[in-house]
């Protein structure tokens, strides 16, 4: 694998810690105002959950580009998943909203969704082989932040409900790499990061604790609209979430 592209991810690193700083900042006023005025359920805020994951998705098209530069054959499979795959997906949804039309991704929701977890493990082995702290701390610190965003807005427990139904133990892999800093003294901005993914565990556990207190925890989400539930988009059409005004609906690819 060409040490030239993950050196170049590494040295993104910093950048991409302070951008995700920046939205735990921004989801924490949010969730302060939204508690201030009773709690509750609210909708997703998709713009606002891509964005945050904005320039990651960016950063793997470049070093997808940058594989394919050095003939790094490895490197571009590892890269072509969240990276030229990412955008590919948004161009499907944009054409087939563009026609009236609704994808079905039903049949492919086990699929898509261990082909995910099998890449995240992929990824954190490829940062550790070539040892970039920072990337594997960024990733870390990016999903955590999502979740506590989840919890305490959309009392949902997501990827960690997930785990008492698909069993995939790795994910207790993602809070723990927000230690990553402590332990490598290599990590970019080591002092702030070690701060950063402490501040970002608490708000994690205190996340989960808020949704377990409210009875949610186990409740499966109710929004067919969202990606992140796909797992879950057979038990919602059975369940009849998505019938609910299916009529009104544009026909469904697939």
């Known amino acids: 694998m060409a040490p030239e592209i993950y050196r170049f991810l590494?040295?993104?690193s910093p950048w991409l810690i302070l951008w995700s700083f920046a939205f735990t900042l921004i989801h924490s006023v949010r969730i302060v105002h939204h508690l201030s005025r009773g709690g509750g359920k609210i909708p997703d805020n998709a713009p606002l959950t891509e964005l945050a994951g904005l320039p990651l998705t960016v950063l793997q098209s470049v070093a997808f580009g940058m594989a394919c530069y050095y003939a790094d054959w490895l490197?571009?499979?590892l890269f072509l998943w969240w990276g030229p795959g990412f955008i590919a997906v948004v161009l499907l949804l944009v054409i087939a909203r563009l026609r009236g039309r609704r994808i079905d991704w039903a049949p492919y929701r086990f699929v898509i969704s261990y082909a995910c977890k099998i890449y995240y493990l992929a990824y954190m082995a490829a940062f550790f082989a070539h040892d970039a702290p920072g990337m594997m701390f960024v990733f870390s610190v990016w999903i955590i932040n999502d979740q506590v965003e989840k919890a305490f807005l959309s009392l949902d427990a997501d990827r960690t409900r997930r785990t008492f139904h698909d069993r995939w133990i790795f994910r207790i892999g993602y809070p723990a790499g927000l230690l990553i800093p402590i332990f490598f003294e290599a990590t970019p901005l080591r002092a702030f990061s070690i701060g950063y993914g402490l501040a970002s565990l608490g708000l994690w556990l205190a996340g989960?604790?808020?949704?377990?207190?409210?009875?949610e925890f186990f409740n499966v989400p109710d929004d067919s609209s969202l990606l992140r539930n796909m797992v879950y988009f057979g038990k919602l059409?059975?369940?009849g979430v998505v019938p609910v005004g299916q009529e009104k609906e544009a026909p469904t690819i697939g």
């Open 10 to 12: 590494e040295a993104a």
């Open 75 to 77: 490197s571009m499979l």
């Open 208 to 215: 989960l604790t808020y949704v377990a207190r409210r009875g």
């Open 237 to 239: 059409r059975e369940d």
